[in-house]
């Protein structure tokens, strides 16, 4: 089984175990430093590599990977914008702030 970056035993666990198949076994493991290690690894035939969909969609869309299973989970990880007092309330980090929110909401309603 191609590893995960991280995290990424707890993430298969997790994944595993909401699919029923918590107590699968890989025959074996390999970790990459690198998101993009991974998922090459995994196109090049190499094992199976958990993704996130804004990330392999347009693969698995090609052909050039394969969702093994229908069900997709939604992971815990979340992202926070964070101001310092210097930044708060000036107009250009406020407008990329919004920018980058518009920007999120529009992936979420695109997936």
Do not use: C, N
Request: glycine share 12%; charged share 20%.
């Amino acid at each position: 089984m191609v590893g995960a970056v991280e995290a990424g035993e707890i993430e298969r666990v997790i994944w595993l175990t909401a699919l029923g198949i918590g107590e699968l076994k890989s025959a074996g493991a390999v970790h990459f430093s690198q998101y993009e290690q991974m998922i090459r690894a995994a196109i090049s035939g190499q094992g199976v590599a958990l993704g996130r969909q804004p990330l392999v969609g347009d693969l698995i869309e090609s052909g050039a990977l394969v969702a093994p299973f229908k069900q997709t989970l939604v992971g815990s990880r979340a992202y926070f914008i964070i101001e310092s007092r210097l930044a708060a309330g000036k107009p250009r980090v406020r407008e990329f702030a919004q920018w980058l929110l518009a920007e999120t909401r529009a992936a979420d309603g695109a997936s």
